[in-house]
């Protein structure tokens, strides 16, 4: 059945560069001039957040970019409110593209008397109306059986074993990829099995919540250059830890590739002065200035990836696709080579 309709996107302010980017790509795509939606998402005196449309959306294919990165309230109210204004203005599908997906580490009741927050988005955004859902490494799987439209949920892995093969050509036998917690052991060894390296564990062990006692490596880890794989850096504490520990077990060199660059406090200063030669992060959040100027944080884009997704969407063929590294490879065409 033929496409009758262009996607349409549009964006909040949470991450306009990289709404810019899939806009860009997709022109190039697409063989023609694609912007984003004229509109404007402005905020009263009160904090009070206020969208208006100005283009026809009847009938469309709407695609919303919004991380719900910090702040995460007003992304996300921004994100909310965007999607009504299309719902009310007769938008034929509504495809929220949540590079980053704020409370999704709110997943379960880890204690008593405590929400389950990743549940509460999901409600939300469904009642909103948003009939599909795009994201990037959730942090929790299980989070996508929280809503009742489909969910795509993409990998950041393909890409960073293309960037692995790209920066590491000749050392790929030097490399071992480790998990920093053993929670995270199936997000490290998807990557150790792409690239076919060794994977390694620190276990930690808390007295109390937020303090790290202690960190044991699992695994031989010297004389190896260490890969540290996570879905999100926050305060960069453990990370930053972990990567001491490592090398005090004699790994000789440590970077880490996580999806979700959150940095938030003291982060870009910790990493900076840690013993990391280098921080891999994606744009699924919008990079700040000291992130930016950080000598040892890099930024791989994204946009490729969710461009070619929202294609997909669009056109009805598969989002699956875009989990492997040899379907990425043409997409990230001019910034990776691994022959």
């Not at 949920?153 to 093969?165: H, W």
């Not at 504490?237 to 979700?260: F, M, P, R, S, W």
Request: charged content about 20%; hydrophobic content about 45%.
């Amino acid at each position: 059945m033929p496409v009758m309709t262009e996607p349409k996107l549009i964006s909040g302010n949470a991450n306009r560069p990289l709404a810019q980017s899939i806009a860009r790509r997709m022109s190039m795509h697409r063989g023609m001039s694609v912007s984003l939606l004229d509109a404007r998402v402005e905020r009263f005196n009160d904090q009070e957040i206020f969208v208006e449309v100005y283009e026809n959306v009847r009938g469309e294919d709407m695609y919303v970019i919004q991380p719900t990165s910090n702040p995460a309230n007003d992304n996300l109210m921004e994100l909310l409110i965007m999607t009504d204004a299309l719902r009310r203005s007769s938008a034929s599908r509504i495809t929220a593209v949540i590079p980053y997906f704020g409370y999704a580490r709110q997943d379960r009741r880890a204690k008593a008397r405590t929400p389950i927050s990743a549940k509460l988005v999901a409600n939300l955004l469904t009642e909103a109306g948003v009939d599909r859902v795009l994201t990037l490494d959730l942090h929790a799987a299980q989070i996508q059986g929280f809503f009742d439209v489909p969910v795509d949920n993409l990998y950041a892995a393909p890409v960073f074993a293309l960037d692995v093969q790209h920066h590491f050509k000749g050392r790929m036998d030097d490399l071992m990829v480790v998990s920093p917690d053993v929670g995270g052991v199936a997000r490290a060894r998807e990557l150790a099995t792409r690239i076919g390296a060794p994977l390694s564990i620190v276990d930690k062990r808390r007295e109390k919540a937020g303090e790290v006692a202690e960190m044991t490596v699992i695994g031989d880890v010297a004389g190896k250059a260490c890969i540290i794989v996570d879905d999100i850096c926050d305060t960069a504490g453990t990370l930053c830890k972990a990567a001491q520990v490592l090398t005090d077990n004699g790994a000789t060199e440590v970077h880490a590739y996580i999806t979700h660059g959150v940095l938030s406090g003291p982060a870009v200063e910790r990493v900076s002065k840690s013993v990391m030669k280098s921080l891999v992060i994606t744009d699924s959040i919008q990079p700040t200035e000291a992130v930016k100027n950080a000598p040892n944080i890099r930024i791989v884009p994204t946009a490729p990836m969710f461009t070619q997704a929202i294609l997909n969407i669009w056109n009805g063929t598969s989002v699956s696709s875009l989990f492997e590294t040899d379907t990425l490879l043409p997409i990230y065409e001019g910034l990776y080579t691994t022959a």
